[in-house]
């Protein structure tokens, strides 16, 4: 869904001035995708992760992307380190799940709100640290934003909440 008001009124959005248009097609001159596609395609990353397929998760991004983590130094720019993240989170969870908890869906765009379920039962490497399994569970929490151009992912923000995975594992004391 995309808002488009006027910016007359000096005091504020005026109700009577706001536009709501459906985003289910492609908003004339925007070169968006559908509502339905790019719910398609999020609900594809996620099917890959449960499945811990990553040639099905990379498959979802463009020739040319850019994937920023807060975890990592640097942002990921290959499908070769691509792979290598999403096998380090696959190793050190074998049997995680996600369970989609929010979603936005904008004209090239998509939010989401995710939790994964899992038990550390393999080696995790976190910044460039790898860390020996705890055998301990966790839900994690996170969200991330991917564009979308040509039904391809061009840039992925990721943001897993670490300290609180740290927390549950027994890495770090609670706050």
Known sequence: ??????????????????????????????????????????????????????DAFLALFAKDFVWHDWTTPDPIKTKKDARAYF??????????????????????????????????????????VEIPPTNKSVVGRGSYIARVKDGKVVEFRSHPDAAGMMMQLGLVPPL
């Open 1 to 54: 869904m995309r808002i488009v008001y006027s910016t007359e009124k000096c005091s504020g959005i005026d109700p009577s001035r706001v536009q709501v248009e459906s985003n289910e097609r492609p908003i004339k001159g925007v070169g968006s995708m559908a509502k339905k596609d790019l719910e398609r395609l999020d609900d594809q990353g996620l099917a890959a992760w449960d499945s811990h397929d990553a």
């Open 87 to 128: 096998n380090s989170w696959v190793t050190a969870f074998p049997d995680m799940r996600t369970k989609l908890i929010s979603r936005v869906v904008g004209n090239d765009s998509i939010a989401t709100e995710i939790e994964f379920y899992g038990t550390n039962t393999g080696p995790m490497s976190m910044g460039g």
